[in-house]
């Protein structure tokens, strides 16, 4: 839904001061105009927000959920409009006041696809109204956030910052909606889940699973890929959580982890290999093995070099570095490398009879896995009980 940041502005005033007159007073608008709004945004959402009588207007359930989503929605905008203007609260005010939803989309777009062009076509405008869009929201930021470059268009480091807490802005809105949908009783809200290698083999499958047998309407995305990308998504409100090796967390960054269990590493390697049955292995056989390594700057390639390290050697460096389990099933299938994975990551190999986990027992290589999730992320019922699913499959595992 593309609601006007005006009315939601008139709904939040209502809730605080529960009349109309008053309302009116704080945000500078006749009543008419101001029930005008409001009636148009119960019609787009399909919900009265609002209880009317004589002595003024109360929130309804709906409305108090909705508005409360609303509310933490707007917390974005003050929180860059913070940034931007500092201490200079006549300023702050006018930009909460001003901006659009239409400018923060077509931002959003623009620095996404870094081109007019795209994101026109992606949203289904004209480049001139984007060109429009734009100009009034650097009038309103008071400094340009776009530059022309030889590849497109180059955002300024305020235009990524916008785009983060726009993103988010939209992100409560949705929930919003998707809370008043719950509290009707339909239970059709999304789900998107990060799944790091580990992960996905059981935890998210399973969990997944677990889920849409619970809420079958539930819209649910399961999103791989290296953890820097899928960080960057999460920060953005386009994945809700991320399962998998926890990453150590710089203090600024609005994020929290929730560990679940440690895992160990152990040597693969295809099920006919001389090290298949082994209890140990020697330093210089550990030397002389030709390995598959996991990717740098991963959780598993540091306890990967600690093996070596932790003997008084040098971290071999001619190996193949691969992060997809695809490839690294065919690698050792066909060779005699070996590569440092966990046990359940394999298990279903191993079964096959085409893959063996050394018995051999590596000190110093667990790692933990557990879940990441932005600090200001409040779940929806449904994605409460997601998270409640994945701690219990892992408390019975």
Known sequence: MNFNTRHLMCALKIKEFGTLSQAAQQICLSQSALTQG???????????????????????????????????????????????????????????????????RALIHIVELQSYTGAAVRLGLSQPTLHRSIKDLEHVCEQRLLQRSPTGVEPSWRAKQLRRYASLFFVELQQGVEEINETMGQMDGSLRVGSLPLARTDIVPLSVLQLNSEFPDARISIIDGPYSEQFNSLLHGQLDVIIGALRPLQAQQDMRQIHLFDDQLSIVVKADHLLANRQSISTAELQQLDWVAPAKSTPARHVFSQIFTGRGLSPPSHVIECSSLVAVRGILLNSERAALLPARQVEVEVRAGLLAVCPMILPGTHREIGLTLRKSWHPTQMQSRYLDIVKQLLAHA
């Open 38 to 104: 409001i009636n148009k945004l119960e019609t787009e959402l399909g919900h009265v927000l609002f209880d009317r009588s004589h002595s003024g207007m109360q929130t309804t359930e709906v409305g108090e959920r909705f508005l409360t989503r609303v509310s933490r929605a707007f917390e974005q905008l003050q929180e860059f409009s913070s940034i931007l203007f500092g201490q200079d609260k006549a300023k702050r005010s006018t930009f909460i006041r001003s901006v659009s939803t239409r400018q923060l």
